[in-house]
């Protein structure tokens, strides 16, 4: 099959960064390995969910997005809607805090599908645990994203060959009911010093720049604020999440390594 890759982009939900910096890492060097221009996109605030996407089938689409209990982001899930891959090829890429991706990936497959998008490879890549920088702490690191490089070089070397077949992903069908958990945010402390940050890279937009303690309902626990904090003033301290943070902290520390699906 003649090779018609003229752009590869990269579109990303990624309200702490991890998976946004495995997809550019691989990328761009997929991008460079066909030699083709690279664009990167986000998904992660309200206003660059609220916009429409096409794609086309002579462009790639890295697609990422973080695993929140073994499943994809409903507010990820959704902002897809406004994506139409019309016939792009994609990759699809979900990161994880270093517990389980579940069956998160195939569910991405199955979403991109959906959206009219040719699936030609999966990536499972690992991040810090957004709950606690005691798990996966400081992922991805340079090893990462070295993988996430030659991984991009190796699905280049595959469509260069013309291959543009789906791989067998992980994950089982029908996906299990997803279950946002108890309705908790973080709570803010004196130490706050009233900067706004955390307003501003929260993907929900419901934290008041003016008065963060008074966040609203729809906190979706991705952690950008806690993780963005310049004091150190946003944390979640509600039992049940305690609870959640000791067992990742006493069962999910051994390294796990990212794994590419061609």
Not at 16 to 21: C, K, L, S
Not at 88 to 105: I, K, M, Q
Not at 126 to 137: F, I, K, N, Y
């Given at each position: 099959m003649e090779m018609t890759v003229k752009e590869v982009q990269s579109l990303c939900f990624s309200p702490?960064?991890?998976?946004?910096?495995s997809a550019e890492a691989l990328s761009g060097a997929l991008a460079a390995k066909l030699g083709v221009?690279?664009?990167?996109?986000?998904?992660?605030?309200?206003?660059?969910?609220a916009q429409a996407r096409a794609y086309s089938a002579e462009?790639?689409?890295?697609?990422?997005?973080?695993?929140?209990?073994?499943?994809?982001?409903?507010?990820?899930?959704?902002?897809?809607?406004?994506?139409?891959?019309?016939?792009?090829?994609?990759?699809?890429?979900?990161?994880?805090?270093?517990?389980?991706?579940?069956?998160?990936?195939?569910?991405?497959?199955r979403l991109l599908e959906g959206a009219g998008f040719r699936v030609v490879a999966g990536c499972a890549s690992?991040?810090?645990?957004?709950?606690?920088?005691?798990?996966?702490?400081g992922r991805p690191d340079e090893q990462d994203l070295a993988a996430a490089r030659e991984y991009g070089e190796r699905i280049a070397e595959k469509l260069a060959a013309g291959d543009t077949g789906t791989p067998k992903?992980?994950?089982?069908?029908?996906?299990?009911?997803?279950?946002?958990g108890p309705s908790v945010y973080p709570e803010t402390s004196d130490a706050c010093?009233?900067?706004?940050?955390?307003?501003?890279?929260?993907?929900?937009?419901?934290?008041?720049?003016?008065?963060?303690?008074?966040?609203a309902e729809g906190c979706i626990r991705c952690c950008a604020c806690v993780k963005g904090c310049p004091v150190g003033a946003r944390a979640f301290t509600q039992p049940p999440l305690l609870a959640v943070i000791e067992k990742l902290e006493t069962f999910c520390t051994a390294r796990r390594e990212p794994e590419l699906y061609l």
């Open positions: 702490t960064h991890t998976t946004q910096r221009p690279y664009a990167a996109q986000e998904l992660t605030l309200p206003h660059e969910r462009m790639l689409v890295v697609v990422g997005a973080p695993v929140y209990g073994g499943r994809l982001p409903n507010v990820f899930v959704e902002a897809m809607e406004q994506v139409q891959g019309n016939g792009a090829l994609a990759v699809a890429v979900v990161t994880y805090g270093n517990r389980a991706y579940e069956d998160a990936l195939l569910e991405l497959q690992l991040g810090e645990h957004s709950m606690t920088a005691r798990v996966a702490a992903l992980p994950g089982n069908e029908p996906f299990r009911a997803w279950s946002a010093v009233h900067c706004g940050l955390c307003a501003s890279v929260c993907p929900m937009g419901i934290i008041d720049p003016a008065d963060p303690a008074a966040e």
